[in-house]
């Protein structure tokens, strides 16, 4: 069993995802106020701090001189709506179902393509979402908070 660490949403696509208290997911629909909301397969994004971990170990090595907030990688950096920990998210088969907080996910892609003009790539020549990141479908409505239980059901 792993832990929500952050809950994150864009209120309008390309501006980066920040976090919030929480967030309210709704089937057919996704994450209340969040820019990628919809009725398609990638209403929600997850991420393991696990796999951020190694990219921030790189940055600590690489001086970049740079004063981007981004290059700390916060929460929601990378995208990802729900920030986990204790969970090895990249090993779960399309068509897991997740309780996550008061909600229900199932997962419907493992990765995605990143975009070419990434700031992470740039800065630390890789980016974890295509290979770690999960995208899901909101199968139970309910609510998510840092600190709630992430299960596999």
Known sequence: MGKVLAVC?????GTIKHPVSEIVLRTKHGIEGDAHAG???????????ESIEPMREKLREKETGKQDPLLSLPAGAFAENILTEGIELKSLPVGTRLQVGGAVLRVTQIGKECHADCAIRRAVGDCVMPRDGIFAIVEQDGTVQPGDPVMVL
Do not use: C, M, Y
Not at 9 to 13: G, H, L, V, W, Y
């Open 39 to 49: 009725d398609w397969h990638r209403q929600v994004s997850l991420l393991a701090t």
């Open 9 to 13: 949403i864009s209120e309008k696509k």
